[in-house]
T-cell receptor
């Protein structure tokens, strides 16, 4: 089955700098790659996703890059703010019909320091 | 739009006891997922439904775990004879398109 590895377990950046979180996956059939944010004591909240028909997607300060050849995708958070501090999870799924069987990485704890 | 709701929020059991978790998905969402999230790990899919039908329950850890969604709306996940290794947060998620999943607050289970 699919395996998703999240390379950074912790990441610390200064406010205003960019943060980059990298993930790799194993299943070439994976075609959907969402990112979720989990703040302390709360559940997962969807932040952005990318599908395999594009290699870049941006939503405000969030950019997702996808390299299908390397089976690698990354989340870039620009101009970081203290409220970006959270655990970020990447996931991968081989979209099949209307079902979405997500495999998650282990999470990256991002700290944005003032 | 109300989000996914789950109850209870916390449960503490002795080994061997049974426990049930309840999930109410977002209205109109036909697909419902149950995940297990051990401490400091990512969520791991246990089972998912389309309406009342189980689509895939192959990731349920053992026959001690069962899940139902009898009317295609609310769902119950049950653990018979809990073990310490079951300690985790149990998350419910729902989706309408099958793509973007919306997660509930979770039930944090501790088995002593």
């Amino acid at each position: 089955g699919e395996k998703v590895e999240q390379h950074e377990s912790t990441l610390s950046v200064r406010e205003g700098d960019s943060a980059v979180i990298n993930c790799t996956y194993t299943d070439t059939a994976s075609s959907y790659f969402p990112w979720y944010k989990q703040e302390a004591g709360k559940s997962l909240h969807f932040v952005i996703d990318i599908r395999s028909n594009v290699d870049r997607k941006q939503s405000q300060r969030l950019i997702v890059l996808l390299d299908k050849k390397a089976k690698r995708f990354s989340l870039h958070i620009t101009a970081t703010q203290p409220e970006d501090s959270a655990i970020y999870f990447c996931a991968a799924s081989p979209l099949s019909g209307s079902f979405n069987k997500l495999t998650f990485g282990a999470g990256t704890r991002l700290a944005v320091c003032p | 739009e109300a989000g996914v709701t789950q109850s209870p929020r916390y449960a503490v059991l002795q080994e061997g006891q049974a426990v049930s978790f309840w999930c109410d998905p977002i209205s109109g969402h036909d697909t419902l997922y149950w995940y297990q999230q051990p401490r400091d790990q990512g969520p791991q899919l246990l089972v998912y439904f389309r309406d009342e039908a189980v689509i895939d329950n192959s990731q349920l850890p053992s026959d001690r775990f069962s899940a139902v969604r009898p009317k295609g709306t609310n769902s119950t996940l049950k653990i018979q004879s809990a073990k310490q290794g079951d300690t985790a947060t149990y998350l419910c998620a729902s989706s309408r398109t099958g793509v973007e999943q919306y997660f509930g607050p979770g039930t944090r289970l501790t088995v002593l």
